[in-house]
């Protein structure tokens, strides 16, 4: 397990679960993209933060209290200026836990959805899926053993029944799926690393467009009952 990794392992044990700008630092680690992202815990860096990532932008609350930040409030999408920042900072800074926002730049593309489980009978199992209402509603989604290598992060891609989204339906730009097969090559090895430590991740979603594909969500769940990490 790469050093950067056993800190931020480490680090988020006592909670249970791995912060998002860590966790984004961990897909980082492994080779994947990420979207860009402030972590600002005060005003001040929170207002310089989004001079680097530009208007509109999303604001995330970060506490170590809150997993569904959506359920909280903790989900800001669209700020457009300063102002708007500063009342959405404090705003979430009433919020229990409070550790600072994370602000993300905005993005448009597919979704695409990665996850993987560490299950006791078969090992770690990787998942893709079309991202967004159709990942819920169809259930769209393909399962294989990690880590796999090209080959099979191709086929898996290619078995799932909304695979038309990614190939330019309708006139939206296709995903470059070797691009995409490749980043879930890159997810495969994080998880199979991560066997036996995490019980779960997820990239919800990865944005996708063209050759760019962009961890926008990232989530991890310890196991628990570890004492530490190997």
């Not at 170590?64 to 959506?70: N, V």
């Not at 899926?129 to 086929?155: F, W």
């Not at 066997?195 to 050759?211: E, F, Q, R, T, Y």
Request: contains cysteine; proline residues 3%.
């Amino acid at each position: 397990m790469k050093r950067q990794v056993r800190k931020i392992i480490s680090d988020a044990q006592e909670i249970g679960w791995v912060l998002e700008p860590q966790a984004k630092d961990l897909m980082k680690s492994y080779g994947l993209t990420t979207s860009k992202f402030v972590w600002a815990r005060t005003k001040e860096a929170a207002l310089q933060g989004a001079e680097k990532i530009g208007y509109p932008l999303v604001a995330k609350i970060v506490s170590p209290k809150i997993i569904h930040k959506s359920d909280v409030g903790g989900v800001i999408v669209g700020v457009r200026d300063q102002k708007q920042l500063g009342e959405v900072f404090a705003g979430m800074s009433k919020i229990s836990g409070f550790e600072g926002i994370l602000l993300d730049e905005m993005l448009t593309g597919a979704e695409v959805i990665f996850g993987a489980k560490d299950d006791p009978q078969f090992g770690t199992v990787v998942m893709a899926g079309i991202g967004g209402t159709s990942v819920e509603v169809y259930k769209d989604v393909a399962l294989r053993m990690a880590p796999v290598n090209e080959d099979v992060a191709g086929e898996a891609l290619r078995s799932l029944r909304g695979i038309k989204l990614l190939q330019g339906y309708r006139g939206s730009k296709p995903v470059d799926l070797v691009e995409l097969a490749q980043t879930l090559v890159k997810f495969s090895r994080l998880a199979y690393d991560l066997k036996g430590v995490a019980d779960s991740i997820d990239l919800n979603p990865l944005m996708c467009s063209g050759d760019k594909i962009i961890v926008a969500d990232a989530r991890i769940i310890l196991k628990t009952g570890r004492g530490g990490i190997d």
